[in-house]
């Protein structure tokens, strides 16, 4: 089992626009992105906070929500 990695939320995004998500909106500093498949639609929300990583359960989450793999977020890295 891979470890997760201390990942920023912008180092976050840009994994999850390269397998289909897009910006959608923001309030505050939660940034909401969106993916739409044949399956529907799959939204996450990015608290993006300048200079600061993630915690590891709300990365966890968020690698869950996007339907990744702990190997294949860190893949994409």
């Given at each position: 089992?891979t470890r997760?990695p201390?990942?920023?939320?912008?180092?976050?995004?840009?994994?999850?626009?390269?397998i289909?998500?897009?910006?959608?909106?923001?309030?505050?500093?939660?940034?909401?992105?969106?993916?739409?498949?044949?399956?529907?639609?799959?939204?996450?929300?990015?608290?993006?906070?300048k200079g600061?990583?993630l915690?590891?359960?709300?990365?966890?989450?968020?690698i869950?929500?996007?339907?990744?793999?702990?190997?294949?977020?860190?893949?994409?890295?």
């Amino acid at each position: 089992m891979t470890r997760l990695p201390a990942v920023t939320a912008r180092q976050l995004i840009a994994v999850a626009e390269q397998i289909g998500f897009v910006f959608d909106r923001q309030k505050g500093s939660h940034a909401v992105y969106l993916r739409t498949s044949e399956l529907g639609t799959t939204t996450i929300v990015v608290p993006v906070h300048k200079g600061r990583t993630l915690k590891r359960g709300t990365l966890h989450g968020l690698i869950d929500d996007m339907g990744l793999s702990t190997q294949e977020f860190v893949d994409l890295l």
